[in-house]
T-cell receptor
Framework: GESVGLHLPTLSVQEGDNSIINCAYS??????FIWYKQESGKGPQFIID?????DKRQGQRVTVLLNKTVKHLSLQIAATQPGDSAVYFC???????????FGTGTSLTVIP | KAGVTQTPRYLIKTRGQQVTLSCSPI?????VSWYQQTPGQGLQFLFE???????NKGNFPGRFSGRQFSNSRSEMNVSTLELGDSALYLC???????????????FGPGTRLTVL
């Protein structure tokens, strides 16, 4: 399978600070990427996506950056809140088929 | 629209038994994918069904199987359960309209399977 890895397994930030979660992918042919948030006891929840023809996409308090040169993806959360505490997964999708490859996840803890 | 639903939410079985999990996709979604999630592991892809046909398959033994019905609902079956099968089983649905652009997958809450 493809390798989708996360640089840090855990991340702790102070409430109100910005958070950056990183993800490396291995296949330069991947053309679609998604960030998911998973809270304890729940299934992954879609946060934001980006296609390979873009390098930045913004949502509400979240921004995803894609650097295809180094095959790196990041999720930025502005003004992190306690409700942002969760495990965040990046998913890499190849153009062929509908198979998603997920990283092991980064656990984000927001300190009040 | 209602989200992806999975039943049951929790299940306890013993080794050697078999289990069937159910997933109802978002209305209008034709693709259902199944994943296994264990502590410390990422989501591991099991298989994907589209229009009642298995389109993709992950690296799991034949004890893991599935099917999809004409209404896009899907079931996953695990036979001869092993302790290592204890996990959260997630299903995700997507439109999969057959176009060149991949559709987002939306996940259900999962079924927590414990094998004793």
């Amino acid at each position: 399978g493809e390798s989708v890895g996360l640089h840090l397994p855990t991340l702790s930030v102070q409430e109100g600070d910005n958070s950056i979660i990183n993800c490396a992918y291995s296949n330069s042919a991947s053309d679609y990427f998604i960030w998911y948030k998973q809270e304890s006891g729940k299934g992954p929840q879609f946060i934001i996506d980006i296609r390979s023809n873009m390098d930045k996409r913004q949502g509400q308090r979240v921004t995803v950056l894609l650097n295809k040169t180094v095959k790196h993806l990041s999720l930025q959360i502005a003004a992190t809140q306690p409700g942002d505490s969760a495990v965040y997964f990046c998913a890499e999708i190849l153009g062929t088929g509908n198979q998603f490859y997920f990283g092991t996840g980064t656990s984000l803890t927001v300190i009040p | 629209k209602a989200g992806v639903t999975q039943t049951p939410r929790y299940l306890i079985k013993t080794r050697g038994q078999q289990v069937t999990l159910s997933c109802s996709p978002i209305s209008g979604h034709r693709s259902v994918s199944w994943y296994q999630q264990t502590p410390g592991q990422g989501l591991q892809f099991l298989f994907e069904y589209f229009s009642e046909t298995q389109r993709n398959k992950g690296n799991f033994p034949g004890r893991f199987s599935g099917r999809q019905f004409s209404n896009s609902r899907s079931e996953m079956n695990v036979s001869t359960l092993e302790l290592g099968d204890s996990a959260l089983y997630l299903c995700a649905s997507s439109l999969r309209n057959g176009g060149p652009v991949t559709d987002t997958q939306y996940f259900g809450p999962g079924t927590r399977l414990t094998v004793l």
